[in-house]
Nanobody
């Protein structure tokens, strides 16, 4: 398995969750790793991404200031800390990997490797 996401669950609005994506070594050291989500009845949308150096991150406007993406080099993992959760954050979250150019980092089609998804439900 190249990408293995975990950490989803049920949480009340205002609460927090931490998602983790275990990444195979070759992918972890070579590309961009990020998260997308798909809410019920909605299109898939970009959430966040982090470059292999770990020094540059990108966030969707809808999560900026609430979510933090980070790399754990000891575990070859990319984590997504989600604070101040809202009911509209309810979705299946997918860990992804690829090599999109900076200007296209939010385009799902440029990420060639997708994990299985983990469900996050935020109750109001």
């Amino acid at each position: 398995v190249q990408l293995q996401a975990s950490g989803g669950g049920l949480v009340q609005a205002g609460g927090y969750l931490r998602l983790s994506c275990a990444v195979s070594g070759r992918i972890y050291s070579s590309g961009i790793v990020g998260w997308f989500r798909r809410a019920p009845g909605k299109e898939r949308e970009f959430v966040s991404a982090i470059r292999k150096s770990g020094d540059r991150t990108t966030y969707a406007d809808s999560v900026k200031g609430r979510f933090t993406i980070s790399r754990d080099n000891a575990k070859n993992a990319v984590d997504l800390q989600k604070n101040s959760l809202k009911p509209e954050d309810t979705a299946v979250y997918y860990c992804v990997a690829g090599r999109p150019i900076t200007s296209a980092i939010m385009m799902s089609s440029l990420y060639r490797i997708w994990g299985q998804g983990t469900l996050v439900t935020v109750s109001s």
